[in-house]
């Protein structure tokens, strides 16, 4: 009994894999293709050319709701272009860089929505503004150990931050930070954008606009680096 059981389930498997090798089988014999019964997970079973219609439609189905996905994340990202290049834009119409620092953050707030934004410049404070958003390290990057490996990497960092890293970047605000982004700006600072939403920044996001940021803002700093 138990031969017999094998050999057709090895027969099974035979008919299987010469009809997978084969697709065009049925057309040499429609007789067959009439009489095969195709079961389904609900309701009655259906003839092979009705189950196949199913499975088109169904595939279609998923390939449309696919290519939707596709165009809102494309006018997602249109949209998050346009804004780069506007604060960009407007970096570069600024005297100085007070002006650069206050339109840069304003930006970020307005446009981008964040929550909270730390500029941290590895120079003096003479000159610049007194805000909460900016924090002036004239010691530069060794006055800041824990930060000496992301510094060294120089990749974003997105996500949850170790403690003494939080507090360093946003002092009395830490406690409303859930996740945040932090960026190298080239050789001049740090960039920390914090979120009271531990899942706006994660280590998986995509961090090509915040990067682009980043740059713009660098590329600003140079400018009056001389100065």
């Given at each position: 009994?138990?031969?017999?059981?094998?050999?057709?389930?090895?027969?099974?498997?035979?008919?299987?894999?010469?009809?997978?090798?084969?697709?065009?089988?049925?057309?040499?014999?429609?007789?067959?293709?009439?009489?095969?019964?195709?079961?389904?997970?609900?309701?009655?079973?259906?003839?092979?050319?009705?189950?196949?219609?199913?499975?088109?439609?169904?595939?279609?189905?998923?390939?449309?709701?696919?290519?939707?996905?596709?165009?809102?994340?494309?006018?997602?990202?249109?949209q998050l272009m346009v804004r780069v290049h506007t604060l960009t834009v407007g970096l570069l119409r600024d005297d100085n860089l007070a002006d650069v620092l206050k339109s840069f953050v304003g930006a970020l707030n307005e446009d981008f929505h964040t929550d909270l934004v730390r500029v941290m410049l590895f120079r003096d404070a003479s000159d610049l503004p007194r805000a909460d958003w900016l924090v002036c390290v004239p010691g530069g990057a060794r006055a800041l150990p824990m930060f000496a490996d992301f510094l060294a990497r120089g990749d974003a960092a997105c996500g949850r931050l170790a403690q003494n890293k939080l507090d360093r970047l946003f002092g009395d605000d830490v406690g409303r930070v859930q996740s945040t982004a932090l960026l190298k700006i080239g050789e001049a600072g740090m960039l920390a954008i914090g979120s009271d939403d531990p899942n706006r920044f994660h280590p998986g996001i995509g961090t090509l606009f915040l990067k682009l940021i980043a740059q713009a803002l660098d590329a600003a700093i140079a400018r009056f680096a001389t100065e």
């Open positions: 009994m138990a031969d017999l059981t094998l050999k057709q389930s090895l027969e099974a498997m035979d008919v299987a894999e010469y009809l997978r090798q084969h697709p065009r089988f049925l057309e040499n014999f429609p007789d067959v293709a009439t009489e095969l019964v195709v079961p389904r997970e609900n309701g009655p079973a259906a003839s092979l050319a009705a189950y196949q219609l199913e499975a088109l439609r169904a595939r279609n189905h998923e390939l449309n709701e696919r290519l939707a996905e596709l165009v809102a994340i494309a006018g997602d990202n249109e």
